[in-house]
């Protein structure tokens, strides 16, 4: 279940040697291309200053180096959700996805005290997972924390981080599963170890799942 690239966007690159020629005739090194590409805007919907895609988040942007623009879920499909742990507080991995040489941020910061920060819009792709192809499908959602701390994963952030995962699972399609719902340890080519053993997945499910029914019910 790969991620599928709708439209590259309105720039065209063509390879060519060792090179590439971009736009108006300018040449650029393959290495300085595969930067390049990873910036490449898509095709963006109007953007609302400050608005969050979960009600209970507020915005914190990110520096726009840290994600790519994108145009979710109608140029990649959006199919699972990587669960993080910062390894710091807070604020420091704020502090982290605001600086444009971290090269990496997630969509969603959860604190142990149940409070969230969004700081990529879900249409973007954001680098979180270090991986291409599961950036594009996959919204990313950091814990405030330390793997090896079992105390770190509270209540209010389980419960809050739930909600938010429903709202995803919504928003998308995506099933409540181990399938779908993922840590970083497990995405391919990573050298992560997050979020730990001290992560209890089966409660995890479980709220998600109750907040998902929850959802649905409002819904109806």
């Known amino acids: 279940m790969g991620s599928r690239k709708k439209d590259i966007g309105r720039r065209a690159l063509i390879l060519g040697g060792a090179a590439a020629v971009v736009g108006g005739g300018a040449f650029v090194a393959r290495d300085d291309l595969s930067r390049l590409w990873w910036q490449l805007p898509g095709n963006q919907r109007p953007r609302v200053a400050g608005a969050v895609d979960f009600q209970g988040a507020r915005w914190v942007e990110a520096s726009d ?30 502090q982290a996805f605001q600086d444009p040489g971290h090269q990496a941020a997630a969509h969603y910061i959860v604190g142990q005290d149940g409070r969230i920060a969004q700081m990529i819009r879900e249409l973007d792709v954001a680098y979180h997972a270090g991986n291409r192809s599961y950036n594009e499908r996959s919204v990313g959602i950091e814990h405030e924390g330390f793997v090896d701390r079992p105390q770190d994963f509270t209540d209010a952030m389980y419960a809050a981080s739930a909600r938010l995962a429903a709202g995803i699972c919504a928003r998308y399609g995506i099933p409540v599963d181990r399938e779908h719902i993922i840590g970083h340890v497990e995405v391919p080519g ?20 109750q907040a998902r029914e929850a959802l649905a019910k409002t819904e109806a």
Do not use: C
């Open 190 to 209: 990573t050298d992560h170890t997050d979020p730990g053993k001290h992560w209890d997945w089966d409660r995890y499910l479980k709220l998600v799942s």
């Open 65 to 94: 180096a840290n994600f790519r623009w994108a145009d979710r879920p109608d140029d990649y499909e959006v199919d699972m959700i990587v669960v993080h742990v910062t390894q710091g507080d807070f604020d420091s991995a704020v």
